[in-house]
């Protein structure tokens, strides 16, 4: 089946829980092929976005296409074209790996040979016959995921898939998400963890208090928004032995004509004796556009 270039395009989304107006006028559009995220602090309407662009919620305003459904329209279908795996694990603990897809099978009238499938896509194999209760929060995770692809969806959407894992668990996550992106599926995670989404994702947006503050490749962003900035080690003693120079760092702004013209001036003395760029993190650069920080 051919998908659409464009598997999410939102226009002004909005919805509005009593008084609290949880997202307001998202519009956002994800390629074919992407892992694109959604990043902002808890509570800025990431959960609330997905919801609606899974069709578990209607919105107040607005509207979507994912992978070519109308988010409200058409609910049935979009069920078939998208798997969803959120933050709570709602795993049978006492039942294997195994047992746990077998039912979701079982469940949802889906062949039991994907099951071993599944398994192998999240390096899950090998422990098919596991109890879940002796399973780290990275393979439950990894697991979740396997769940989520059973009936072969086009369209993954994780969220916080790297909250509260350890980092070899998280490590293990993000192997798997990229693996599945090599494959051609479409990915929208959601995430407060600014390394998480420099690893993984194509393009981000910013989401603060339901509003989306910036959309662009992580990259583009930092070159755009953070601070142009190079670190200098000097020496003072020129006359001394290299391994008894005292050395000193310094910060220097390329955009600044004084800090240029000093560089000069300590190059052409043979007093630097390293220089190294230094590039802004996603997270300085959401701190500087939304002015709070992604916890």
Known sequence: MQYPAL??????????????????????????????????????????TIRLLTGQIEPSSGSAMVAGCDIVKERAR?????????????????LSARLNLEFSCWLYNLPKQRVDEVLELVGLRERAKDPVRTFSNGMRQRLMIARALLHRPPMLFLDEP???LDPLAAREVRKAIKQLSDEGMTILLTTHLMDEAEQLCQRVAFIVDGRIVANDTPRNLKLEHGERVINVTLTDNLQASEEQQPLHDLALSLDSSADQE????????????AIHSSEASLEEVFIKIAGIRPA
């Open 7 to 48: 598997m999410i395009e939102a226009h002004d989304l909005r919805r509005t829980f009593g008084t609290k107006e949880a997202v307001r006028g998202i519009s956002l559009s994800v390629r074919r092929g992407e892992i694109f995220g959604l990043l902002g602090p808890n509570g800025a309407g990431k959960t609330t």
């Open 262 to 273: 000093q560089l000069c001036q300590w190059m052409a003395q043979g007093r630097v004796r």
């Open 162 to 164: 790297g909250r509260g």
């Open 78 to 94: 979009l069920k078939g074209l998208i798997g969803v795996v959120f933050e709570e694990q709602n795993l049978y603990e006492r």
